[in-house]
């Protein structure tokens, strides 16, 4: 079977790549792209660990075939710095010790960050429920959740 | 295994009738991926419906909603009209998994693969929608109910998909709602699903309802003696009470790792309840 | 958040006024590497030429393995080597630890790879690797297995009967008296305690005695399994794997192999949460065995799956616990029979299981006794404080009750009873300062404690003990010619522990955090370590890094004095600098850290500060927990609405990772509480064996959590630590059973809580009256 001929933005720079139809985007990502720091936990959607932004919206990489992608815009953790300045995220995730392991964090925090660009100003029940798709084993979700909420106040002034 | 992402009806018509049964019809693929990730599925070919303009869009049409299969939950979410309609429909698409999960599930997807836990299938019998089915020999209409004939059974023939669900148009004084039990408060399929639509007239009196349970059998149960324990009263207690049984007798749930048959049973009668109640309620909020 | 400090003399407080980082919340140095997706866990590791390597497992609990015919797999272009029994040879009966709990390698190299028998479903047989996964999953549906299926078991309680299958038949119960003389599945029993329990039990007033019974749990680390391997052609191998205890492995594959142990060179990843279950080995000796055949490095990954199915759960347990007291509050005796399922081969945690049961209270007498029991199950690892959560489960539910039957605040109750320092503990030792009583006074006066219930709910107050340990660390600081030092440890960083070391060595050295780069070391690098377990990093290795950073003091205090010409006792080192004691300056007033490092050369060579100990002093934590619950009477589901945890930490370095501990171990336990559990069918095949019916707590299934450290000093360690990590999940399962128990009326004595079991006990209730 011949490869399945793959265009798209991932982080703001043109990616083509060939795939077998077989592949997700997470394989790809990861093995092919060399991206790992969106990291399979589960393979079935169930732990948020490969959370990636398509075309403005959350999804897991690994619910998606690469040829799926096909036109499409992805950011991945990879691209959610500014060069060496942080995302204000990243910053908060580091100042509350909202990660233990780490092994989760990088799909938080691109959860949160598709929750912020839609809802500046959630509650933290808002902040749960967006991040329920999200398994944290380490940290019983208190500073992940306080992170978030305090970069939605931080931001908004 | 072969991927292919037609742009028209007609193309996904053709690719799908020249593979037989060979072929999946790819939607969100939230369950397909998973399904075909643990091999259980080895499809040769993969139809990819989402770059059809038809089956991504909310429409309407002569006062009612078309929405497209692959509309997702998210989408069903954002869309203040449909969700001022079909409240209980979009409750119900938005509670199939995760916030990534919303970003691609579809009502088309989560009813073709024929769970008898689908969470939106429940709200989308009880709201009476109707499916627009496009295969080999054309188009054809089905009500939702009349899709899932087992578990990962549909009475769809070889070549043919859902396009789009098609809602009649909510009467004044009517409200649909859908709840649906799980242990945790996310991420669960569900143990028991209840949707219910409810009519009611000028006098309060209740002119049509339709009670649908997930869950607690092969395929969604449309519950009628439900239904009649509630049309023409006024939705008391004692009428809800009595619809509450009925939806108990018409259980014939199977023990498994997700509930017993003892707590679907009892359980599909107290969300029944509930989600009477909530329905009630939705029918006064045009007022 | 809140920290609670009892200083044991002046003088440490006033040290205490000093501390520039201990005590802070500093950034972890690891930080921006886990936040920005560069750090590299197991499975992120890519070798030129790698191949893939993929397991087959027992689709059966128990069976007879007949034969193993590779012969069509190996003949499919792109495979590379295939491994079975064959090439695994067999090992002799010896015990060895891996982090708090034993294992034998006469069942590690069965573990691995099954001999005579496949135990459990999932139990690895066969191992491929091939050029790519395609290639891998394709060769492994072509190896022909002949089984003999026979019957299994599951249940402890079962397994013990006489008739059981047996699935071991040469096992003898070690510890029966009198002797076994009959194979059973029953491998060991223990007993601990002192005094004369029936003596206690006639001086009682009250006496209540329960039968409780909980199912595994899995630790439920979101990374799975992942390493690779490559052996070269000579023998020399590198090992890349997701471990807690990279030394370990190190010994583990060796031995399992026939390997001289400086042949392999270890590398610890980025380790994506372990909780025990990453102190033994699963993939790696079999990785090895592949790349040892293909000569190419080769890369295996567990999927979920495998994960719940073949690497370790906690045990569940079948357990009795009967508790007598006076009129007045005081435990006259207390025993347990606690009988844990171990798995396919021996080694539950039912040692410190029944170690730990009654260690929260100073009892006159006391017994604990534990059965080691086999059942067709994966075999148990290590679980965050092996053992104890269970059996303190039972003893804290039938504390609460005996409490209640005397209508005694239940806070109160445990005080009129608390181990105390100098209490005889229940397995033998007398406790030096430990903080159970503090914990017990914080969690009453907190708010949480004070606040008012709504009428339907729940609250619920436990205790929880464990040990905590020492063991074998070495620690190097490099210096750096412009003064910046290398810290290199050996224990793999699960939670933060780069940080709380880092501190600790920039606090004695004088210098800024960032000056001081933590990292860990490959096996190679450094003396021999002991994994990361029993709560020991920051605690052991912490006091060794201490201890080198103080070696690396004396040897700057003997370079300055070198320069200024003076005795090193003139010379002393402060904020990072060293100075004359008389005031007198050399050339300079002062030599920074710097001015010595830039000059090494020319002073005595290399700076580098050393220290390999076998740390001893290891001091227990004790937490108390106070949680509410709300119950849905029509659906039986349990919600956690407010929770708070009170724990010794000896002294918090980070507090924010204490914290985190804290907050994690709780809500470990609430879903241990309330919804895990392994589902088995009636074939003995695992039902749930993902995340999506396994239901673990998802970030909208509970509430903050509020902390409290209490600081008791350990006087073993330079800064006052005990170990914090495990302790959180040992009372959150009977807190939160004995807040279900308030808010119902309904004693629970099984686990999980789950829905169905809290709507039937609700019905029985509600019939019965």
Same mark, same amino acid.
């Given at each position: ?157 | ?287 | ?327 007045? &509050?005081? /435990?006259?005796?207390? #025993?347990?029979?606690?009988?844990? *399922? %171990?798995?396919?081969?021996?080694? +539950? !945690?039912?040692? $410190? ?78 406790? &030096?300062? /430990?903080?159970?009583? #503090?914990?017990?006074?914080?969690? *009453? %006066?907190?708010?949480?404690?004070? +606040? !008012?219930?709504? $009428? ?91 201890? %080198?950073?103080?070696?690396?003091? +004396? ?215």
């Amino acid at each position: 079977m011949s490869k399945v001929h793959v265009s798209t933005i991932i982080n703001d720079d043109t990616v083509e790549f060939l795939c077998e139809s077989e592949q997700t985007l997470l394989d790809v990502l990861r093995d092919d792209l060399r991206l790992t720091g969106s990291k399979e936990g589960c393979a079935s959607g169930d732990c948020g660990a490969c959370s990636v932004i398509m075309d403005g919206r959350l999804v897991c990489a690994c619910l998606l075939l690469a040829a799926e992608a096909e036109g499409s815009t992805i950011e991945t953790i990879e691209g959610m710095a500014n060069g060496s300045d942080l995302h204000p995220l990243q910053q908060q995730f580091l100042d509350h010790a909202a990660l233990q392991c780490g092994v989760c964090t990088p799909g938080f925090l691109i959860a949160a960050k598709a929750l912020l660009d839609r809802n500046p100003d959630p509650t933290e029940t808002e902040v749960r429920y967006w991040l329920a798709g999200n398994l944290c084993r380490c940290t019983g979700y208190d500073k992940i959740v306080r992170a978030v909420l305090d970069t939605a106040a931080e931001t908004r002034n | 295994m072969q991927y292919e992402a037609p742009t028209t009806v007609d193309q996904a018509v053709a690719l799908l009738k020249n593979s037989g049964n060979a072929s999946k019809v790819l939607a969100g693929g939230t369950d397909l991926l998973v399904q075909l990730r643990s091999g259980m599925i080895e499809p040769e070919l993969i139809v990819d419906i989402k770059k059809i303009p038809e089956v991504r869009s909310i429409l309407k049409e002569d006062g009612k909603f078309r929405v497209g299969a692959v509309v997702t939950g998210a989408e069903l979410g954002e869309h203040g009209d449909l969700k001022a309609a079909w409240p209980g429909v979009v409750e119900a698409a938005e509670l199939i998994g995760s916030t990534q999960i919303q970003g691609r599930a579809s009502l088309g997807g989560n009813l073709c693969n024929a769970s008898p836990a689908a969470d939106a299938v429940p709200a989308l019998v009880a709201a009476g929608a109707i499916c627009m089915i496009a295969g080999p020999n054309g188009r054809r209409e089905l009500p939702v109910g009349a899709i899932c004939t087992g578990p990962g059974q549909t009475s769809l023939s070889p070549g043919e998909f859902v396009v789009s669900f098609l809602f009649p148009i909510p009467k004044p004084r009517s409200g649909d709602a859908y709840l649906r039990f799980i242990p945790r408060t996310e991420m669960d399929i569900a143990v028991v699903g209840v949707g219910i639509h409810i009519t009611l007239d000028a006098e309060n009196v209740c002119v049509d309802a339709r009670v649908a349970v997930g869950a607690v059998a092969p395929t969604v149960l449309l519950v009628e003696e439900s239904a009649a324990a509630l049309v023409g009263t006024m939705v008391d207690d004692a009428s809800i009470d009595k619809m509450i049984a009925a939806v108990r007798d018409s259980c014939d749930p199977i023990d498994d790792k997700r509930g017993t048959v003892v707590y679907r049973t009892q359980v599909a009668g107290v969300l029944a309840g509930r989600v009477c109640r909530i329905a009630l309620q939705r029918t006064r909020r045009h007022e | 958040m809140a920290i609670v400090t009892k200083r044991v003399s002046d003088e440490r407080e006033a040290e205490e006024q000093n501390f520039n980082w201990v005590g802070t919340r500093a950034v972890r140095p690891d930080g921006v590497d886990k936040v920005t997706g560069r750090a590299k866990f197991g499975a992120d590791l890519h070798l030129p030429n790698m191949l893939v390597g993929k397991m087959l497992r027992s689709p059966h609990a128990h069976a007879r393995i007949l034969s193993i015919d590779i012969s069509s797999a190996e003949k499919l272009p792109g495979v590379k080597a295939i491994v079975t029994r064959e090439d695994f040879s067999d090992l002799a009966s010896e015990f060895v630890p891996a982090g708090e709990m034993m294992v034998n390698y006469r069942d590690i190299t069965r573990n691995v790879m099954a001999r005579e028998k496949v135990l459990y479903e999932g139990h690895a047989l066969a191992a491929v690797a091939a050029v790519n996964a395609i290639v891998a999953r394709e060769a492994l549906a072509l190896i022909q297995v002949d089984y003999e299926v026979l019957p299994h078991v599951l249940d402890v309680v079962e397994a013990m009967k006489p008739e059981a299958v047996l699935i071991q038949e040469d096992l003898l119960t070690d510890g029966a008296d009198p002797p076994a003389d009959k194979p059973s599945n029953i491998a060991k029993r223990v007993e601990f305690g002192h005094g004369d329990i029936e003596t206690g039990f006639a001086k009682a007033d009250v006496i209540v005695e329960r039968e409780f019974n909980t199912r595994p749990v899995h630790q439920g680390y979101i990374e799975p399994h992942a390493c690779v391997a490559s052996v070269s052609e000579d023998g020399q191998a590198e090992l890349w794997c997701s471990t807690q205890g990279h030394y370990v492995v190190r010994g583990h594959c060796a031995r399992i192999l026939g390997m001289d142990v400086a042949k392999l060179r270890v590398t610890a990843s980025e380790i994506g949460g372990g909780f025990g279950g990453k102190t033994v080995v699963y993939l790696e000796p079999v990785a090895l065995a592949l790349s040892r055949k293909a000569c190419q490095p080769v890369k295996m990954v567990m999927t979920r799956e495998e994960v719940f199915k073949a690497s370790g759960p906690a045990s569940g347990a079948n357990m009795r616990v009967k508790i007598g007291a006076t009129r007045d &509050g005081r /435990i006259t005796a207390g #025993e347990a029979i606690l009988h844990y *399922q %171990a798995g396919a081969f021996q080694g +539950s !945690p039912v040692p $410190p299981g029944a170690q730990c049961a009654f260690a929260p209270y100073d009892l006159e007498h006391v017994r604990a006794v534990g059965f080691d029991v086999l059942v067709n199950r994966p075999k148990v690892a290590a679980y965050r404080a092996p053992g104890a959560p269970i059996s303190e489960y039972a003893v804290e539910s039938v504390v609460d009750e005996v409490a209640k039957k005397l209508n005694i605040d239940p806070i109160e109750f445990r005080l009129k009873n608390a181990s105390r320092e100098g209490t005889k503990a229940s397995h033998g030792p007398k406790f &030096g300062p /430990i903080g159970l009583v #503090e914990t017990l006074e914080a969690a *009453q %006066a907190h708010d949480h404690y004070q +606040s !008012p219930l709504q $009428p339907g709910q729940g609250r619920g107050v436990a205790s929880g003990y464990w040990f905590n340990i020492g063991g074998q660390s070495s620690v190097t600081l490099n210096t750096s010619e412009d003064g910046t030092v290398a810290l290199v440890v050996g224990t793999p960083d699960i939670g933060g522990s780069r940080a709380s070391l880092g501190m600790m060595v920039a606090e004695e050295l004088g210098v800024e955090l960032d000056k001081v780069r933590p990292m860990i070391g490959d096996t190679s690098s450094l003396g021999y370590n002991f994994l990361t377990g029993g709560s020991r990093t920051t605690f052991a290795t912490g006091k060794v890094a201490v201890d %080198a950073a103080r070696d690396l003091v +004396s040897q700057l205090r003997e370079r300055a004095a070198k320069i200024w010409d003076v005795p090193v006792g003139d010379i002393l080192w402060h904020n990072g600098e060293a100075l004359q004691k008389n005031g007198r300056g050399g050339p300079t007033e002062t030599l920074s850290f710097r001015d010595l490092a830039e000059s090494m050369g020319k002073t005595g060579g290399p700076l580098v500060g050393q220290a390999s100990e076998n740390v001893q002093g290891a001091a227990p934590s004790f937490g108390t927990h106070v949680v509410d619950v709300d119950v849905d009477r029509e659906t039986g589901r349990v919600e956690i609405l407010r929770y708070t945890v009170v724990q010794d930490a000896g002294k918090a370095i980070h507090p924010s990772y204490v914290e985190g501990q804290y907050q994690g171990g709780a809500v470990q336990g609430i879903g241990w509480a309330l919804n895990e559990e392994y589902i088995y069918d009636s074939e003995g095949r695992l039902e749930n064996a993902g995340f999506l019916d396994y239901r673990m707590p998802v970030c909208s299934d509970v509430p903050m959590i509020d902390t409290v450290i209490v600081e008791v000093p350990n006087p073993a360690h330079p800064y006052g630590v005990k170990g914090v990590g495990e302790t959180p999940i040992v009372p959150p399962l009977a807190a939160i059973s004995n807040a279900v128990a308030n808010a119902l009326g309904i004693r629970f004595s099984e686990l999980p809580m789950s829905p169905p079991r809290v709507l039937a006990a609700i019905a029985a209730a509600s019939s019965s009256k």
